[in-house]
């Protein structure tokens, strides 16, 4: 059990560039979750994948964001046409949906975004 | 809509005392609630968590957790306070007939001083 991963750690770019972010949960789990925090917040949710099935959206994931799970292993969160209220710390976390672990979600080290 | 309260952004403890962190929640249906920590720079780790059955929850480093449905709350403590507690606590609740998304309090953030 490797643990939750994303790359990159940090990201500064520019306002009006695409940037994405990877996750790879771990190996068995079948749900991946994405949050947002901002300095002084708790996280709040983005999205849900159960495998590759993309089943909930928040609607703070305006049309610039875009997530995937393709074959259900690791995931991508690309935002386009960057804005300076997009900088924040963007996390993943995965699950085993059913039995035994209970709904236990599994945070990795996050991505900083940083838009100048 | 689920919502979680944590009274208190910054608590302060000396080395040794009792920590107590607040949490309440609202919730329409029978809560999954979660406390979590957050080292700088870092993800978030599960302290504790209670879905159903006993009230009292036990966690990792030694803090625990009761689960009040009358007073809607779910208090974090740990009797003695180490140095190595300073970190970011965050309250959270799931809908277990949902997808289980976590639902965050703001957080609270707990010093220990010598």
């Known amino acids: 059990d490797t643990g939750v991963s994303q790359d990159p750690r940090h990201k500064i770019t520019k306002r009006g560039q695409n940037v994405t972010f990877r996750c790879d949960p771990i190996?068995?789990?079948?749900?991946l979750y994405w949050y947002r925090q901002t300095l002084g917040q708790g996280p709040e949710f983005l999205t849900y994948?159960?495998?590759?099935?993309?089943?909930?959206k928040s609607r703070l994931l305006s049309d610039r964001f875009s997530a995937e799970r393709p074959k259900g292993s690791f995931s991508t969160l690309e935002i386009q046409r960057t804005e300076q209220g997009d900088s924040a710390m963007y996390l993943c976390?995965?699950?085993?949906?059913?039995?035994?672990?209970?709904?236990?979600?599994?945070f990795g080290p996050g991505t900083r975004l940083t838009v100048t | 809509a689920q919502s979680v309260t944590q009274l208190g952004s910054h608590v302060s403890v000396s080395e040794g005392a009792l920590v107590l962190l607040r949490c309440n929640y609202s919730?329409?249906?029978?809560?999954?609630l979660f406390w979590y920590v957050q080292y700088p720079n870092q993800g978030l780790q599960l302290l504790l968590k209670?879905?159903?059955?006993?009230?009292l929850v036990k966690g990792i480093n030694g803090f625990e957790a009761e689960f009040k449905k009358s007073e809607t709350s779910f208090h974090l403590t740990k009797p003695s306070a180490h140095m190595s507690d300073a970190a970011e606590y965050f309250c959270?609740?799931?809908?277990?007939?949902?997808?289980?998304?976590?639902?965050f309090g703001a957080g609270t953030r707990l010093a220990v001083h010598p």
């Open positions: 959270a609740v799931s809908d277990p007939g949902g997808y289980n998304k976590l639902i």
């Open positions: 976390a995965s699950s085993l949906a059913g039995q035994g672990r209970l709904y236990e979600q599994y």
């Open positions: 190996s068995e789990h079948n749900r």
């Open positions: 209670y879905t159903t059955g006993a009230t």
């Open positions: 919730s329409s249906v029978p809560p999954y």
């Open positions: 994948f159960q495998n590759e099935a993309q089943l909930e």
